[in-house]
């Protein structure tokens, strides 16, 4: 991302980006890792939010500190299926949920 703009931030999301001057953009592969050894790769819908084309944010907020709580977002989630298995106390993903 590195060789785009970064632009004003908006509200929480610090990196933005203008994307005003481009026709075609890369966005990166990102995915997230549980203790369990488990990835989760986010949809590339999950990883921009668009506040016009010239205000595209990384859709992550920023944590200060590494003991707070994490917020794995709906933004990120929106193309899984959440599974809860309360009686064993986890929480699985797939992919091929609501898009």
Request: aromatic content about 14%; charged content about 15%.
């Amino acid at each position: 991302m590195s060789k785009y703009p970064l632009t004003s931030a908006l509200s929480i999301l610090d990196t933005c980006y203008d994307f005003s001057n481009y026709t075609t953009i890369s966005v990166p592969k990102i995915g997230f890792f549980f203790s369990s050894g488990i990835e989760v790769d986010i949809d590339a819908t999950g990883i921009l939010y668009a506040n016009s084309i010239s205000q595209v944010c990384l859709a992550f907020a920023g944590n200060s500190d590494a003991t707070d709580v994490f917020i794995f977002g709906n933004v990120q989630q929106k193309t899984l299926e959440v599974f809860y298995d309360g009686s064993a106390g986890k929480v699985g993903f797939a992919p091929g949920g609501c898009s």
